[in-house]
């Protein structure tokens, strides 16, 4: 089973960001978060990943709290190609990469 | 760069029939991953592969399904018999274990995926 908790859907505007929140309270202390989307029903797509600090990269930023029950991805100028299925992800050891059912992020023109 | 390379994209086919679904990883990956997407389901991990090797297999649902990994470029998931309820998009994944350069991320790549329908 999912290790991560997510509401179902968002809307956000375009140009504004967008803050997706995720709950993994039984997270254990060596699990890395990992953020997919999948825009329609093409393949999931990586995002960003963290352990405990907070992450940028080109496409999103990543806030895990000082506890790491939580973690919120923000998008920070949401597009209209962001429109997707944004999943988070408990990696379990090496290889269990257990989907959820993510939260499906409109954003709106 | 090719990335992973599923086929067929798109598979009909009747009950009772044997299917086949083909998973080109990228290469240099040593780990492969099958999946399948259901609307009620989601994503689920049927199987695991390191190093050509089946490591997790827990994942899948019956001795109807069966997949291999004979070298590191291709792999099968097999469905013989197959039924309507196993209709889905199967995703094929790979990723490297290997730091390379830069931060490792431990991305999976994930294919366009090979969308069965059984009728």
């Known amino acids: 089973d999912a290790k991560t908790t997510q509401p179902p859907s968002m809307d956000c505007a375009e140009g504004r960001a967008a803050n997706l929140p995720c709950n993994h309270s039984t997270i254990s202390g060596n699990e890395y978060v990992y953020w997919y989307r999948q825009i329609h029903s093409q393949g999931p797509q990586y995002i960003i990943h963290g352990l405990k600090n907070n992450e940028t990269n080109e496409m999103a930023s990543l806030i895990i709290t000082e506890d790491r029950k939580s973690s919120t991805l923000i998008l920070p100028h949401a597009t209209l190609r962001d429109t997707a299925v944004y999943y988070c992800i408990v990696v379990s050891g090496t290889y269990k990469y257990i989907f959820g059912t993510g939260t499906r992020l409109k954003v709106l023109a | 760069d090719a990335g992973v390379i599923q086929s067929p994209r798109h598979e009909v086919t009747e009950m009772g029939q044997e299917v086949t679904l083909r998973c080109k990883p990228i290469s240099g990956h040593n780990s492969l991953f099958w999946y399948r997407q259901t609307m009620m389901r989601g994503l689920e991990l049927l199987i695991y592969?390191?190093?050509?090797?089946?490591?997790?297999d827990s994942g899948m649902p019956e001795d109807r399904f069966s997949a291999k990994m004979p070298n590191a470029s291709f792999s099968t998931l097999k469905i013989q018999p197959s039924e309507p309820r196993d209709s889905a998009v199967y995703f094929c994944?790979?990723?490297?274990?290997?730091?390379?350069?830069?931060?490792?991320?431990?991305?999976?790549?994930f294919g366009e995926g090979s969308r069965l329908t059984v009728l």
């Open positions: 592969f390191n190093n050509n090797v089946p490591i997790d």
């Open positions: 994944a790979s990723r490297t274990s290997s730091p390379g350069q830069g931060r490792y991320t431990g991305e999976l790549f």
